[in-house]
């Protein structure tokens, strides 16, 4: 089985290109032949955030002969907007439409309307594939989706339809286990590690920092400088471009990192956290590769109360109901969050204990094996 896995938009060095990075090393442990191949037009600041083998075209490229060789082509991501006309249409023509002989699967990876009214032609692209997925079908992604190609209202004409099907990511676990470490070998420190997004909801890693009455530094690593950032850049309790970290009322921010130096520092933290959040309709069972990671390298994570209160662990149970799946916060229980950080950080038993619990609950619900499994039996 030949699979060819598309990223439309380059080399975005984030969710996305993780995804494609992930199920093609699962695809590679299960005898399929896996190549990914990626339309450059422009290069993004994190493009060489991840090591990887990858074929990249120009616009003018046509691959379409390449592609027909595959039984499989994946689509993680479609060309933006904000690329030149030559290249919208070009990929239309030479990576779909042509594209006639093998299995056609669009996955779309971005949550939020803003984030998908952005991806350019991706209905046109998405006409002409044989079934979908998403994180949930309760997303704009879902709803539209279902007007478009699974209902009379809109297309009365239409004598077909396109199955979707839901999804979630998968994390190989055992890639990680070299970087994790010993309690001891531990800092008492907090880290968040990925980029700027406003449904990450950074300040709330400065107000986490404004409660804690321990010596614990906080940190934010993988934040670019952009306008969205600005805030936390100028904010007056941030330190930048300063690698001794001795001050504890405010809070380390640094930019961009290869991805192995990141989670190098992130194991070397005794906490992470993300504060991910979409309105709950939007979450599916999804979990992103920036958490999944806080859990694989052996901290203990801090998440989202929303995010934990509204998605289903694979047991059924929402995972902020489960003993040891991570710290839950949100603006009513911060200091309650910051008093069981400090009592852990002091205490290696309950520490460990709780590590080693929340690895296996994650893995129950995101590794590798279970995930890419039910994705690819979804499509046979």
Known sequence: MKIAIVLGRGIEGCGITRLAIEYKNWLIKNNFKVDIFALIEKKFSRHKSHDFQYQSFSPKDDVSSKLNSYNKVIYLSVPSTKNSNECISNFLKYWVRTVNKPQKVFIQGDHLKQSIQRNAKMWDVVEHCDLAFTFSKNSFFGIEFNKRFNSDSIFPDKDYSIPLHTFRVGMDFDSLKDYRKRFKNKKSRISYMGRFARFKNLDRVLDLRKHLKKKIIVEMRGVEQSIGALDIYNHPKVITKENNQSCFDKTYVYGLYARKDGLEELSSSKFGCSFYELDNKFYGSHIEYAMLELV????????????????????????????????FMDGDNIDEVCEEIETLNNNQKSYDNYVDDCLSIYEAHSSSDRTWTDLQESMD
């Open 296 to 327: 694989g390298t052996g901290t203990i994570p801090i998440f989202s109360k929303h995010f934990g209160d509204n998605v289903k662990h694979i047991s059924g149970k929402s995972f902020s109901s489960i003993k040891h799946s991570g710290i």
